[in-house]
């Protein structure tokens, strides 16, 4: 469901497997000649829609090194008697859709009720495998997310009992935030109430554009109405924070569409809303239907800077209160915890086909074969098929990630935290980036124009590549 993706969550990055949630420290990974120019942005033009040639589509990071496949399983036993510290996470993924939305990279498998209880059954013997060891069971989880995929696609009694059962064996924070994505279609009142009975206190749903015409063309199957009206269902249980994703940049989806879009999630009164770019990548139905002249083309970046602009300023118009570039709040009820706490250096503990975790920066990735995860599960065994140790700063990179999503940087508390000189290693590029008009300095302060916002992905990635070189080339 995930638009986002942000990491596993979902800037999401939209599409690709495995998971972004689950790509926390994705970087590029290229060994490309060094040259300062490479960091650099465009001058002279509209920084907003021409600052570069192209979006970076996934979630910023510096990588370390792979561990050899046949040493995973004993180097991952081995963090697992360290317990935790710091902020953690869990991640649990269900990777059935309905429909395959045209637009989506992270469609996986088809669904059938008959699945669900098994499934079901095998995640919650994941969930148990390291049931009692230090790295899982020491130190309070501040928040869980259920994505996918399309978790609301599974039966209610399942939905409760995943819930319940992620409730019972891991060790929740007294205020843990409890995240059910989903879809609006085939999410009725019984499986809103099973996941309340689980204990769901939030609901991610990928409602993507109210335009019917669009929503079909997509692959979405409920009408304008029919979302609404399912919205303000569950809305009238007054028991979680509701927000929806909405996106912007599908083709026939004009300006007004778009402000439209905001205007119909402002009047359902929902907690809260995220707005992400669409990314069209070609091995996507939408992808190929575009090539093939099916469908007409996307947005291409300027209508797409101009739609973040005209999505920012309408929020702001409308006093909601940004908990990063691309999440937005109206109640205090929402808090987006999981997808804040996963994009810096929060532990992550993932369960299901295909996601992605960390303990103190190792980042693991399950199997993403449905049938080797179920096969390993049930052998007893934690289906890990990747493993990637952390970069020797690796949470000051994940601070300089964590920043930039929020659009600021405080380089002056990074660099007493980390030692690190920040502001002398990164002054060419500063000054490139404010003549290029994409931040201004604030005393110690970096700050995101709404230009240099569009292109956080881009800047945060950059910036942090230039610091590893420079930081790595000095040996500091
Ligand atoms: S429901 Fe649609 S958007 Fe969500 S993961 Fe499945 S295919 Fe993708």
Redesign the pocket.
Known sequence: ???AAELNTRERIDSEAPRLNSMPFFGSGKEEAWSMERYFAQEGVDPLSHAFEGKVAVHPGVGGGMVAPEEVAERLESLLDTPRSGDSVAYVHVPF?????L??G??NRGYSRGESARYTDTLLRELRLWEGRAAQQEGPVHAVYLG???PTALEAQDLERLLKGIRSVLPLANDCEITVEG?LHNFGPEKMEACFAGGANRFSL?VQSFHTKIRQLM?RLASREEVFRRLELLKSYNQAAVIVDLIFGFPMQTMDVWLDDIAVARSANLDGMDCYQLNVYGQTPLGRAIREGKIPPAADIPMQSAMFAAGVEALQKAFYRRLSLTHWARTSRERNLYNLKVKGSANCLAFGPGAGGNLAGWFYLNQSSYQKWQDMVNEGRKPAMMLMRPDARFYFYRAVAAAMEQGWLDMAALEQTYGVQMRSVLQPLLEQWQRAGLVSLQGSVMVLTLAGQFWQVNLSQLMQDFLKHALDTANV
């Open positions: 469901m995930s638009t859709c309905e429909t395959h939305c637009y989506c992270f469609y996918g995929g399309t879809r990928g692959g």
